[in-house]
């Protein structure tokens, strides 16, 4: 058997290096790929009960909150807002509701916490007697807040159930 011959020798020493690099390569991105990504609060349309126009706020916080235009008959005037489409959703932030009509949205109904229940809920309350016994909810043209358990509140939510030719319409959502 001969010696193998210099170049030969680094021929076989760059093709294992080269190897070696492509399997660390595909390693670290099937690692990457597995390894989660941190996540960002996604955000939710809130609607501002003095200016009517929409804003976004991380979609974790609970309504009302303060908005800049003040309170709203002596409570924060930012309250949560529900849109739905029957086609995809533009961004509807800074819009009025007929300027989301215009776009062939529907709003559905906007909620808020009592102020008993998101103090509680702000102070990490998380029984289910606070959570939904402390929601209200109306149509934004509505004057009354509702229980979502009520007559009048599952009746604002089955016109959206069957919002597109019978279907329920999407739910919009801030990008």
Do not use: H
Request: glycine share 8%; net charge positive.
């Amino acid at each position: 058997m001969k010696p193998e011959s210099a170049p030969s020798n680094f021929r076989r020493n760059i093709t294992v290096a080269a190897s070696l690099v492509a399997i660390g390569v595909a390693g670290f991105f099937i690692v990457r790929g597995l390894i989660p990504k941190p996540q960002t609060i996604p955000g939710a349309y809130f609607f501002d009960l003095n200016t009517k126009k929409i804003f976004v706020v991380p979609a974790n916080t609970r309504a009302p909150v303060s908005t800049p235009s003040g309170p709203f008959e002596n409570e924060p005037a930012g309250v949560r807002l529900f849109l739905f489409s029957c086609k995809p959703c533009p961004n509807f932030d800074g819009k009025t509701l007929e300027e989301v009509k215009a776009l062939g949205a529907t709003v559905g109904w906007i909620e808020r916490y009592t102020a008993e229940a998101k103090k509680l809920l702000d102070a990490g309350d998380r029984k289910s007697e606070t959570l939904f016994e402390g929601l209200q909810m109306r149509a934004p043209s509505g004057d009354r807040w509702l229980s979502p358990s009520s007559r009048e509140a599952l009746a604002i939510r089955d016109t959206i159930s069957r919002l597109c030719s019978g279907l329920p319409g999407q739910a919009c959502n801030p990008e």
